[in-house]
């Protein structure tokens, strides 16, 4: 009697636990909204996409009034995306950010890409 208890005991506890691993694993693929779908360059902004890559990844070097750019406002970089190295240095040769800051991932080059090729608007 007492082990039956257990038994179910403890499949009550593997059926909680299955669910529970299932819902885990949804939650990384929904929550990829850059993962290359059509749509999912529309929901890439400035403000709550780029802007946050520039300031952990771009700022500690160019930082406010940099000649060789100030990433922390939105004129500062657009004035190097129109000059066309912005791209260059970040996507093509992917020489920006330098060291010691960790190149960036290819979800947040995907976000620039998907940003540049709207036109870099500031929104
Ligand atoms: C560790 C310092 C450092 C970091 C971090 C860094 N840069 Fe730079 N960046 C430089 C230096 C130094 C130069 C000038 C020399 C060169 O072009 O390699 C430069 C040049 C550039 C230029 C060319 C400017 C011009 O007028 O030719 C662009 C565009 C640029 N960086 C963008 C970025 C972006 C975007 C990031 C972040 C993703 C970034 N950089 C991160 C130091 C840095």
Do not use: R
Not at 3 to 12: D, E, Q, S, T
Not at 64 to 90: A, E, I, R, W
Not at 101 to 116: F, G, T
């Amino acid at each position: 009697m007492k082990n039956n208890l257990l038994i179910a005991a403890g499949l009550v506890v593997l059926v909680i636990f299955s669910c529970t691993n299932k819902k885990g694993k949804m939650v990384p693929s929904s929550s990829n909204p850059t993962s290359s779908g059509t749509n999912s360059c529309d929901t890439i902004t400035y403000a709550k996409h780029i802007a946050p890559i520039m300031s952990s990844s771009c700022n500690s070097c160019h930082s406010s009034g940099n000649p060789l750019g100030d990433m922390t406002t939105y004129s500062g970089v657009k004035l190097k995306v129109d000059d066309g190295s912005f791209k260059q240095k970040v996507l093509v040769d992917k020489t920006m950010p330098k060291s010691p800051v960790s190149p960036l991932s290819q979800k947040q080059l995907e976000m620039i890409q998907c940003w540049l090729d709207k036109g870099a608007p500031n929104n």
